[in-house]
């Protein structure tokens, strides 16, 4: 990948709600681009496809997300 495209490129995110138990720690790593429903304490994807320079940070919900419920699938 060139420097140009690790600028402008995108990941995909993909996060499964009915694994979601709202710990919010992905909230807590990246928060523009997950959110969490104040009702149904479950994740909001609010960017499913970030910037790439998110990809650390994304990587970190991705990591702390104790329920296993967030992936970056590219
Ligand atoms: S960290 Fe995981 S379990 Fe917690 S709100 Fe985010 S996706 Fe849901």
Known sequence: M???DALTGHLRVEADRARCAGHAQCLLAAPTVFDV???SLKVILLDPEPAE???PAVQRAVS???MG???IVD
Request: with cysteine.
């Open 2 to 4: 060139s420097t140009r």
């Open 37 to 39: 429903d104040e009702t």
């Open 53 to 55: 320079g998110l990809r």
């Open 64 to 66: 702390m997300c104790p």
């Open 69 to 71: 419920a967030l992936e």
